[in-house]
């Protein structure tokens, strides 16, 4: 594959086929004159090459192939890309990096995964660090508040990329920018990931909430708890100053919490309204990050004796087969 | 009218037969053997002593008459209770208590009002003070988040009474407490009533936001900006320690700016499809707070040099006649 420059200078790629990276694919297109894209298998390949799209995800996004250079090999994308943007589901990253033999100097790997490494059981930022040797100063993270839906749609969408060195935040945010996305900045690399992580566990709890029939005053009280505790668990884990209140942090949760296009959310509402486990995650065709994600926070805030009272809900429920509405009563007592 | 006790030894009443009103009336029939009730006129005292139910709001609510003494007067309202919930609308207010000539020595004020009082520009606590000399230690403040709809239907809702004397939050907090309604105690009198003010501007942006046609990605990044905004203001009128994220913060401003029970978000919706200010107020049938709320808010703002974008951008559509579209692209570019 030709190194090929994306108009600014850069050569950009983006690894996954799902629909949040096809909304990056498409976002970079409003920027780059090429855009690298390293997609699951030949199948994906071959599809996207005969009808111009994606043929599972944001399948009304067309794109101009003459801007797309298509692999399934990770190491002809990483060779070929200065940027290289992460966008496979989070379990599936470790087997797609696995392959990984190219010169990673001088790279920049942008995470826009929200989820947990399953075999490391822990973030993306410290997968890449210890399995790849990727440095945080050589990472940048993309979080939202971003359903890749309303991307295919041009709707106006703020995104925040995190670098630890400013010039790559700047550099990520120039590649994404557009009409249709702004971009903030910030160094909070670790805070950020961690609470994309937490939100989709906060938003599993929110479904199950309304599968089980509460209301809209209770999600707001429900929701109003989960932003202070995710603040309590960033405090903890990796104190810093930071708002809780950025788009980031509270926008990104409120997205998930409330949107009927959240798979975590609709995981949720499926036990809520008397799925077992096994069957709502069997009834869905993409993946719930936040299942994933429940155990390692679990694990992490036991370890570390934080106050979780929603993580543990949602942990009791996924994990050992309680039974939702009676753990939900019970946590209603510890809201306020 | 005889001074009957609530069964806990204090006589309670409300003022007002709105639906906050009646939601309120039905979370005191669950602990109260007397329920003093101050109805807008004979007709709606009639037509609930008729068919057990408010003519107009919650008609699904059926109250046992033996429960509730209904008036249409005010002075004899006040004088037959110690505790006395206000829960007209805020334009109403200043009728209503005008006929009061009674004594209101050691009795407890408490408004569930969430507005302005046009006469005065001002919020409940500071009309009460000045204008019936009810001094803030004789106040209380109910918050939500609370659609008087769903605690018709015994959905789990979380209240927030905040008064300057401990003693009187819990006095009112008893008063409430039941098996669908939770209450938390604040000393933050001034907070929570400006939140609340504060809160149903937010809604009407968001209406006017959905209106135009922005998605679920911006509506999250607006929230999390409004939240900041009212924080900003809260510290600047009343610096006080409080967490903007308790639930009758952050709590109270979800379930106004998401839910479609919210009348503020209808009509700032029905502005961003393009109806006239004029025409979206006249067709609502209930009076949405948030339109007189806007311009206190804004001159307040104004006049202590306050950075309020979104307030300021409500104003601009709903008091200056600018367009909703162009004033909305302009904030897209304040928000972050």
């Not at 935040?169 to 702004?182: N, Q």
């Not at 992580?197 to 029939?213: C, D, E, Q, R, S």
Request: hydrophobic share 40%.
């Amino acid at each position: 594959m030709a190194k090929k420059k994306s108009g600014n200078g850069i050569s950009v790629g983006v690894v996954g086929s799902g629909s949040f990276a096809t909304a990056i694919v498409k976002m970079l297109t409003e920027n780059c004159k090429t855009i690298h894209w390293c997609v699951r298998n030949e199948f994906v390949k071959g599809a996207i090459e005969l009808k111009k799209h994606n043929p599972s995800y944001l399948t009304a996004v067309l794109f101009n192939l003459k801007q797309l250079q298509i692999t399934t090999d990770i190491n002809e994308l990483v060779s070929a890309c200065d940027v290289i943007i992460l966008a496979t589901p989070s379990i599936y990253l470790g087997k797609t990096l696995e392959p990984l033999n190219v010169d990673l100097q001088g790279k920049l790997f942008v995470s826009a995964i929200k989820g947990i490494v399953p075999e490391q059981n822990d973030i993306v930022a410290h997968f890449l660090r210890e399995k790849h040797n990727i440095g945080f100063r050589s990472q940048a993270v993309i979080s939202g508040p971003c359903h890749a839906e309303e991307v295919a749609m041009e709707r106006l969408s703020y995104l925040t990329v995190s670098a630890a060195e400013e010039e790559n935040a700047a550099k990520v945010a120039k590649l994404l920018e557009s009409d249709f996305i702004k971009v903030n900045k910030s160094s909070d690399i670790l805070g950020n990931e961690y609470s994309a992580v937490l939100k989709n566990i906060y938003a599993i709890g929110a479904g199950i909430a309304a599968g089980l029939g509460y209301g809209d005053n209770f999600n707001a009280v429900y929701v109003s708890n989960a932003i202070r505790e995710m603040e309590l668990y960033l405090d903890a884990i990796y104190p810093e100053p930071r708002d809780v209140n950025q788009s980031a942090f509270l926008g990104d949760l409120l997205v998930t919490a409330y949107s009927l296009f959240s798979r975590n959310r609709m995981l949720g509402n499926l036990i809520g309204k008397g799925y077992t486990v096994k069957s709502a995650i069997q009834s869905m065709s993409m993946v719930a990050e936040g299942y994933y994600a429940t155990k390692s926070i679990y694990e992490i805030g036991k370890e570390r004796k934080l106050k979780l009272p929603i993580v543990n809900t949602v942990y009791e429920i996924l994990y050992e087969e309680k039974n939702a509405e009676k753990q939900f009563k019970k946590l209603t007592a510890k809201l306020n």
